[in-house]
């Protein structure tokens, strides 16, 4: 009676692969959430699948050996040695969803032809040549648990449960002149062999998802640096959940300091995700994935920029100098005559994003900073002013492009401080009636389609009778 090969879980192994290389291929509320459909998990099998039978022409089967027994001719031995993958068929393979569990990963049909070396010893005698096997109808289908593990953010995974299956194994024995010693035990050899694979194919699947694809998935970095300032965590906060036609996976999606990394002062919220899964993926953002980006790049000092005079356009009569803000505030031209100003525009709080069905609200805070050049470079401050709004961004698809709409509802000025003194009177009386109540006579607030006479007056002097009379109706 013929043993198997010695080696056969290593056969095994090489069919692991098929679900390994197809498995490649694919508490706390999130900031970022990645839906991937059943559309999706075709597509990964798909790509998956092509890449795989390029793969496997590449591998190296290990030799194997074993022994026989013929009656009337006694005990021998045979090794199939130099084996190459000759080709390898997966007309079928798939990835399901298996609700509250994870994924189904599935092959049907696979067929796999192998051509070697063979040789084989009874007593004194000893013959070898060329041999061919063909494993046919190969299925395979694992259950894979996925997880996550809370405290590095990387996700986890297990076989929960396996089955295989192995249609027929051939071996076509050639180039010998007694071949037919080989051909006296060979279907004893294409019977064990095929009892041992579908017997070892599924120790094999749930030893390599613990070996090889677990340690993999710990390898995966769940933070990255984005500039010299931030870098984003997008490790999972719980495990990927599925149902029968999504897979959803919650990530962190917070900004976070390279050198201060603290927690942020506010929790993100619960995200209420659509119930679509006809695309393949869909990615979902809160604010706050974008509150904790403006969070970090206000409190590392860089949301901030600097207007000169050579940054506007020659052709414009609005000039970054003394004697054009002389022409509104009179001061600035006599303490500083005839130099330059600039303008420096900072964040003075982190800039607040909220996401609603309409669309995005947004409110910015900024300083504004105005200093005088002097003749040796240094500057002079001339006076500060902060600058609040209110604004919305209405997002919609039109003939399948995204379009927008932006409105400012509010804009509220503060003058926090002046080396010129107190700004004219004139240039807040209009606008002194529209502030709330408790407003300091510093503080000037109007909408969209008012503004303050002084900031008007600093843009249009000067531009002409139709921007005077613009002027005129907007502070009435």
């Known amino acids: 009676m013929a043993r198997g090969p010695c080696n056969a879980p290593r056969w095994a192994s090489l069919l692991v692969l098929v679900v390994m290389s197809t498995a490649v291929a694919a508490a706390i509320n999130p900031g ?19 890449v795989l039978q390029k793969e496997l022409e590449r ?5 194997y050996s074993g022994s026989f027994k013929i009656k009337h001719l006694g005990k021998g031995h045979y ?17 399901r969803m298996v609700p509250n569990v994870g994924l189904k990963f599935s092959i049907s049909n696979a067929n796999i032809k192998i051509s070697g070396q063979w040789k084989a010893r009874k007593s004194f005698l000893k013959t070898s040549g060329r041999f061919d096997l063909s494993i046919e109808g190969m299925s395979i289908s694992a259950d ?13 995974v297990t076989c929960s449960s396996c089955s295989s299956h192995i249609s027929s194994v051939h071996v076509h024995i050639s180039n010998s002149k007694v071949g037919w010693l080989i051909r006296l035990f060979h279907k004893k050899i294409e019977s064990a062999l095929q009892n041992k694979l579908n017997s070892q194919v599924c120790q094999e699947v749930t030893s390599s998802v613990s070996s090889k694809l677990q340690p993999y998935l710990q390898t995966l970095p769940v933070m990255t640096k984005i500039d010299a300032v931030a870098g984003i965590n997008y490790g999972l906060v719980a495990p990927p959940t599925t149902t029968a036609e999504t897979l959803d996976v919650q990530m ?13 002062p506010f929790a993100p ?20 994935f974008f509150n904790t980006a403006g969070l970090v790049y206000q409190e590392a000092g860089v949301l901030k920029m600097t207007l000169t005079d050579d940054m506007i356009p020659k052709e414009s009569k609005f000039r970054l100098t003394t004697k054009f803000f002389g022409s509104f505030l009179p001061e600035v031209a006599k303490m500083f005559p005839n130099m330059k100003i600039q303008i420096h525009i900072s964040a003075s709080a982190p800039p607040q994003l909220s996401i609603q069905p309409t669309g995005l609200s947004f409110f910015p805070a900024l300083d504004i900073q105005a200093f005088a050049v002097l003749a040796n470079s240094s500057l002079a401050s001339l006076f500060l002013i902060g600058m609040s709004t209110h604004g919305s961004l209405e997002v919609g698809v039109r003939s399948d492009r995204l379009v927008g709409e932006l409105k400012v509802d509010r804009l509220l000025l503060e003058l926090k401080h002046s080396n010129i003194g107190p700004f004219p009177r004139s240039c807040r009386k209009a606008s002194l009636s529209r502030c709330p109540p408790g407003s ?17 007056q600093m843009l249009s002097t000067n531009e002409g009778t139709r921007g005077a009379g613009a002027v005129s109706r907007t502070c009435s």
């Open 32 to 50: 970022v959430v990645v839906r991937i459909s059943q559309k999706g998990l075709d597509y990964a099998a798909q790509q998956g699948t092509a």
């Open 59 to 63: 591998i190296k089967i290990p030799d």
């Open 79 to 95: 090794s199939f040695y130099s084996m190459d993958i000759r080709e390898f068929q997966l007309p079928s393979s798939q990835i």
């Open 144 to 156: 894979l648990k996925l997880g996550s593990n809370l405290t590095s953010g990387k996700p986890t």
């Open 252 to 264: 962190k999606g917070e900004f976070y300091r390279l050198n201060h990394h603290n927690p942020p």
């Open 269 to 288: 919220p619960v995200m209420e995700f659509p119930a679509a899964h006809d695309r393949m993926v869909y990615l979902g953002l809160s604010d706050y």
């Open 440 to 456: 300091s006579s510093t503080t000037w607030c109007f909408s969209l389609t008012r503004t303050s006479c002084c900031l008007v």
